[in-house]
């Protein structure tokens, strides 16, 4: 299951095929108030609330038309539970500090109400926006991180297998998803070199079958 949260919080909320029927996170805008309310319960039902149990295994390889017989590896296994996060009123240096601090390649931007996910802040993007202006990079480091933060995310949920993910970071370019619950609560972030390290790792784990 994966999601798409804004500004305004959470605006997207379905399966794999869904998602690409976006096609770009950009345009998930368009999708505002078009998940119907009976429609998100059913979704939210098949979200992880607590532990993984077989049971909740069971439903998510028959929503997502798994085979029933193959091992199914979940977010929940292999990502990083203490997640560190910023709110949008921190500067691009404070951001680039933390990060240089855990050695860290993004962070997710929280609400100032913390109850909602608005973006995310990378390297890559801090690196970026200096090149573009080197004379004024001094200057525009002390600018807030809402100048250059994607403020269009995709998330995934715990319960999510390793393979689906791999392909949306594959085909989004994405090194990071954040990782919420049914509640849109930040309970983690897995990354490209979380699945690397899970392929070294996991037996039998294979990405695509």
């Known amino acids: 299951m ?3 949260y804004d500004d305004d919080g959470l605006n997207f909320r379905n399966n794999i095929d869904h998602l690409y029927s976006v096609h770009e996170v950009s345009s998930s805008q368009k999708l505002k108030n078009k998940v119907k309310d009976e429609n998100k319960q059913n979704f939210e039902e098949t979200l992880y609330e607590g532990k993984i149990t077989k049971e909740a295994t069971a439903a998510y390889k028959q929503m997502t038309n798994l085979d ?32 240089k601090e855990h050695t860290i390649q993004q962070l997710p931007i929280i609400a100032e109400n913390k109850l909602h996910l608005k973006g995310i802040i990378t390297r890559h993007d801090i690196l970026k926006f200096t090149i573009n202006d080197l004379e004024l990079a001094d200057e525009n480091f002390d600018k807030e991180i809402s100048n250059i933060a994607t403020k269009k995310i995709i998330t995934t949920d715990p319960i999510s297998d390793i393979r689906r993910v791999s392909q949306v970071m594959l085909d989004f370019n994405i090194n990071a998803l954040p990782v919420v619950n049914a509640n849109d609560i930040l309970v983690g972030i897995v990354s490209r070199n979380d699945v690397v390290k899970a392929v070294a790792s996991l037996p039998h784990l294979r990405l695509w079958a």
């Not at 997640?83 to 951001?95: P, Q």
């Open 68 to 99: 029933t017989r193959e091992d199914i590896y979940h977010v929940e296994q292999i990502m990083s539970h203490n997640v560190i996060t910023v709110d949008d009123s921190r500067t691009i240096r404070e951001c680039y500090e933390i990060m």
């Open 2 to 4: 994966f999601s798409m």
